[in-house]
């Protein structure tokens, strides 16, 4: 048997919190080996709290992750993250952030190749300052932590999948960290994402990231595998 997909909706977040998702994704992880959990549009930062905390405290990794549109007929189109969860590690992320990080210049200066975006920041500006940087370079990093997850999100895909940039454009990597807190100025510790662009190539999906977006959009039960 195939575990249903955990799908937070920007309509959950009025009504469900962190910890109620957290405790679904750790109830199916007892259930089955590998788990879809799918974050649309404003609740992207959610769905990344969700499987966080999740990590960080019971038998379950995440094996894949990726940034894609959903377009849904009638409904429209939103962002969406993607995780595939299991109970044995494939991914060493740490060390995938490390190699890429070891090729750039990482400071916020004009001449550095990492993006930091907050939630008070326009979007729009951020996108142009991505633009500006892979003319000039071909990666960038791009950091956020909190809410301000999916206007990183949004970003990303706007310059990698929005039609805008002058160049192919991949999302090469994304994956979760923890922001540790900090004396009067982070009470708590929080959710931070890692979203690697590269210039001159496009993203590649797998076939079950492909299943599980149709899925989505049709509605229908086809196995993701």
């Known amino acids: ?10 309509e959950d977040l009025s009504t469900k919190d962190v910890g109620l998702f957290s405790e679904q994704i750790i109830h199916s992880m ?20 969700s499987v966080n905390i999740s990590t ?13 549109y959903i377009d849904i007929p009638v409904v429209g189109k939103f962002e969406g993250i993607f995780f595939v969860l299991g109970r044995e590690p494939k991914v060493d992320w740490k060390s995938q952030s490390e190699k890429f990080d070891k090729t750039m210049k990482l400071s916020i ?29 071909d990666r960038l990093k791009i950091i956020a932590a909190g ?14 999948r929005g039609g805008i940039a002058k160049e192919p ?27 690697y662009l590269e210039k001159g190539k496009e993203t590649v999906y797998d076939n079950r990231h492909l299943r599980v977006l149709e899925r989505i959009k049709t509605g229908t039960r086809a196995p993701f595998r």
């Open 56 to 68: 960080s405290i019971a038998n379950v990794h995440v094996n894949a992750t990726s940034l894609d």
């Open 147 to 160: 809410t301000a997850i999916n206007n990183a999100v949004y970003v990303a895909l706007q310059v990698a």
């Open 169 to 195: 454009v991949a999302i090469s990597l994304v994956a979760l960290s923890t922001v540790p807190s900090r004396e009067g100025i982070l009470p708590k510790p929080v959710t931070g994402i890692e979203i």
């Open 30 to 49: 007892i259930a089955y080996d590998q788990l879809d959990v799918i974050g649309l549009s404003t609740a992207i930062f959610l769905t990344c709290s």
């Open 109 to 137: 200066d004009p001449t550095g190749q990492l993006i930091v975006i907050s939630r008070r920041q326009e979007p729009a500006r951020m996108i142009t300052m991505c633009l500006w940087k892979l003319s000039k370079f």
């Open 1 to 10: 048997m195939i575990a249903e997909p955990i799908i937070i909706r920007p």
